[in-house]
């Protein structure tokens, strides 16, 4: 009796509908993610929506692997709005505001904050992509269309200047609250710190459809959940 082959199903491949979910699920993230690049409100929202329509028009992408196409697109706009390109004698940026709707953030974590959007935007799209995101320095290369060295030299001074800003940060005392107990959280990620920073520009999330259940208005609902 020959013996039975087993079969496996196609891996299937995720739909319009599996992406307008993971934006809505990971909204805050992915905005924080488009912001971190841009260091811009407007540009972060920007490349936030188009993300979304290049997702779900795009080409096919397997469903398990979604999530990180859905990173990657909102990645790749940046790239085309931003067009960082490797600068010799780079500085740093100017300064980015991070109040948002009238909310300070406490001095420890502007400073934190800052010190990644402060970056020059060659090196801040470097460290995100190959510190944050864990993209390998020949796929960064890719993505920015520059040589392997470029991104291996700005990745050496963004960690430099992060590192400095870091080390500042922890020498200073902690500032005591009476009512609340002392946590020193200095210590944490600058992903971690800017995940801080969405939730405090960010409402609770809205769905991508529309009052008819019939597709979906990406610009009006992402405004809708910074306003």
Known sequence: ?????????????????????????????LYLLSFLLTADHEKAEQCFVSGLE??????PVFKEWARSWARRVVIKNAVRVMNPWPVEGS????PVSLNSNGKTLPAERQMEIAAVLGLEPFERFVYVMTVLEGYSVQDCSLLL???RRDVLAAR???LR???SVI?????QPLTANPEKPVLDERCSSPLEDLLHVSQLWHEPKHNFQDEDGNGHNSQRYFKSSIQ
């Open 1 to 29: 009796m020959p013996e039975t082959k087993n079969i496996k199903n196609p891996m299937p491949y995720a739909s319009s509908g599996d992406f307008q979910r993971i934006f809505d699920e990971d909204m805050n993230g």
């Open 145 to 147: 269309g520059c040589a």
């Open 91 to 94: 500085a740093h940026s100017s």
């Open 54 to 59: 290049d997702a779900v028009n795009g080409n």
């Open 161 to 163: 200047r992060i590192g």
């Open 156 to 158: 050496s001074r963004a």
């Open 167 to 171: 080390e500042f940060h922890l020498q």
